[in-house]
Nanobody, 122 residues
């Protein structure tokens, strides 16, 4: 499985961006896709995830500002980000695995694409 992230950019605080994660390869084996982010000097963290059957999980710190969605078969997963804050500035990545009771388990934790940069100015 290969994943390619896109849609990042520079936006002012309060603005919106929509990220896309496009999957190719053995996508039928994917149970869920998660969006992660890594800010400078910080560890990578899960932001949101969605399973093949539409079950979603959001980290509490989002406070309802982001929405994850998918097309049929998880070939493309989107992350709609609204009311962006400077603290959302990070490189955003997607990865694949299983989602069970709000916990994302990556099938290949060593695989990370190039990500997409999101910069929110104050």
């Amino acid at each position: 499985v290969q994943l390619v992230e896109s849609g990042g950019g520079l936006v002012q605080a309060g603005g919106s961006l929509r990220l896309s994660c496009t999957a190719s390869g053995s996508t039928a084996s994917i149970n869920a896709i998660g969006w992660y982010r890594q800010a400078p000097g910080k560890q990578r963290e899960l932001v949101a995830a969605i399973s093949f059957d539409g079950i979603t999980h959001y980290q509490p710190f989002l406070e309802g500002r982001f929405t994850i969605s998918r097309d049929t078969g998880l070939k493309t997963v989107y992350l709609q980000m609204d009311s962006l804050e400077p603290e959302d500035t990070a490189v955003y990545y997607c990865n694949y695995g299983g989602l069970h009771r709000g916990r994302m388990t990556l099938y290949n934790p060593d695989y990370w694409g190039q990500g997409t940069q999101v910069t929110v100015s104050s």
